[in-house]
């Protein structure tokens, strides 16, 4: 047990450590100046996902690091108004999607802008589902009545169903008590193909008594989906999250997720990918934009894309955005290659996250032979008994599936390295080993980075 205990936190810190090094230290940004345009082009016979950012929120979270402003109307208006030209330009440059993502902030804001912005995706491509995110203040039968054969999944996020936290976390005031939101989620329930709730682990000084009760109110409330995040920690959000829920000395996340995988095998939900559930009548659903599809276009300010093995960058700045967008000029202001090998680890675990790796087509889609591009990370991952092989696929054991949590943790912490460098120049000084590359150009971070005004 000890020795069992002993290689499986190796595995952990190997992978832990792997993961930072490849987004410390290989993440080379890459800012373009007014020469080097980035236009979002499709590739034939390529399938991409649509991504959409609402970055406005009534109050800030202290735990939340995504791109966000304080909501006023007029932006919001204006922000909409942008985002729904961007949407006509990426039509124009030849792209259609199946599938769209609105993610926030708060995307149910404002109904009516969100409303024209969804109804104009439809009429521009093939859309066959929209996923959408919201606080529990813009869940009631009311609204959702508007959005009624249009979002077809609403994520709502809950954070926990203990007072006590969501009292430190300032949501209390903001979304009302456990009791309350409750309520108004066993309405929601049903009047939306799926009704996703988004929960936190690990927070600092959690018990495991309020992880258990968090589950069990979630089960009860009986939505189609339950996706239960590990607290995710990063230079944006450390401090504010020991201010508001204190510092701990204990780490639960290995414990807690192995709580939270007992707590579902007890019946009604399977796992759909390594931290979501979904009930029985939806249970191969999937949650993570990023699992399912590779390869997808981001518009709005702050959006990120992933298009040949790029991650490429919107304006931040809701002025700068607004003006690229309304100069018909390209909304990118920077981008970072991967390698090969790099992209072939994040398919990898994306995959894996989602639950298997087919190999043929793993190694058809991205020209590869996966045994031997791979060769060193699958065998550690085997010697770990982190995975094994089925027919054809590589799929995680318990353990497997804990490790992508873990990966997937850090990769979201990256990205907020991302936001970091975006944020403000104080910033950006501060952040290590982040290579910019502007020297190229000569391009400097102060006139390259056009701040935004409001805190992210
Ligand atoms: C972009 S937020 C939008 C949710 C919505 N605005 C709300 O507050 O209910 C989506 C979800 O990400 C999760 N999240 C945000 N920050 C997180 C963090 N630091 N660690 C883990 N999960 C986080 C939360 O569960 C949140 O509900
Ligand atoms: S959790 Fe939701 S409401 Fe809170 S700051 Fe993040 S996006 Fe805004």
Redesign the pocket.
Same mark, same amino acid.
């Given at each position: 047990m000890i020795f069992k205990n002993t290689v499986e936190s190796f595995a952990v810190n190997y992978a832990h450590k792997s993961i930072q090094r490849s987004l410390y230290n290989e993440f080379n940004i890459k800012i373009l100046d007014e020469n080097q345009k980035y236009t979002k082009t499709p590739k034939e016979g390529k399938k991409y996902m649509l991504y959409a950012h609402v970055p406005?929120?009534?109050?800030?979270?202290p735990?939340?690091?995504?791109h966000?402003y304080h909501y006023e109307q007029e932006l919001a208006k204006h922000y909409f108004e942008n985002l729904r030209e961007e949407m006509r330009q990426v039509k124009a440059a030849g792209f259609d999607f199946n599938s769209l993502y609105v993610g #926030?902030?708060?995307t149910l804001i404002n109904e009516p802008e969100l409303e024209k912005t969804l109804r104009l995706a439809k009429e521009l491509f093939n859309i066959e589902d929209i996923s959408a995110?919201s606080?529990p203040n813009h869940i009631s039968p009311e609204s959702l009545t508007r959005f009624d054969g249009l979002i077809d999944r609403l994520s709502v #996020?809950v954070?926990s169903f203990d007072d006590s936290i969501l009292k430190k976390?300032g949501?209390y005031e903001?979304f009302g008590s456990s009791a309350e939101v409750q309520k108004r989620l066993e309405k929601a329930v049903g009047m939306i193909p799926v009704i996703s709730l988004d929960l936190i682990f690990n927070l600092p000084n959690q018990t495991k008594e309020q992880l258990i009760n968090d589950i069990k109110i979630s089960k009860a409330i009986a939505p189609e989906q339950i996706t239960l995040y590990p607290l995710m920690k990063s230079e944006l959000t450390r401090d504010n999250i020991a201010r508001s829920l204190g510092v701990s000395n204990v780490d639960n996340e290995r414990e807690f997720y192995e709580i939270i995988v007992d707590e579902f095998a007890k019946g009604g939900y399977r796992q759909s990918n390594a931290w979501a559930f979904s009930n029985q009548k939806n249970a191969d659903m999937r949650d993570e934009y990023v699992g399912s599809n590779h390869e997808y276009v981001g518009i709005g300010s702050g959006a990120f894309s992933f298009l040949e093995g790029e991650l490429v960058i919107n304006a931040f700045n809701l002025l700068d955005y607004g003006r690229k967008v309304k100069a018909q000029d390209s909304t990118v202001i920077a981008k970072c290659a991967f390698t090969k090998k790099e992209r072939l680890k994040y398919i990898f675990l994306t995959e894996l996250f989602d639950g298997s790796v087919d190999i043929a087509k793993y190694n058809k889609n991205n020209g590869a032979n996966i045994h031997r591009d791979l060769f060193v990370e699958l065998n550690l991952l085997k010697l770990v008994n982190a995975i094994y092989e089925e027919n054809g696929c590589i799929k995680p054991t318990f353990f497997g599936k804990y490790i992508c949590v873990v990966l997937m943790r850090d990769f979201y912490a990256g990205m907020d390295r991302v936001r970091a460098l975006f944020k403000d120049d104080a910033k950006i000084k501060r952040t290590k080993n982040l290579h910019v590359m502007s020297e190229d150009t000569g391009v400097s971070y102060e006139q390259a980075v056009t701040r935004p005004k409001a805190a992210i």
């Open positions: 406005f929120c009534h109050t800030f979270c735990y939340c690091s995504f966000k #926030g902030g708060t995110e606080d #996020g954070q976390v949501r903001k």
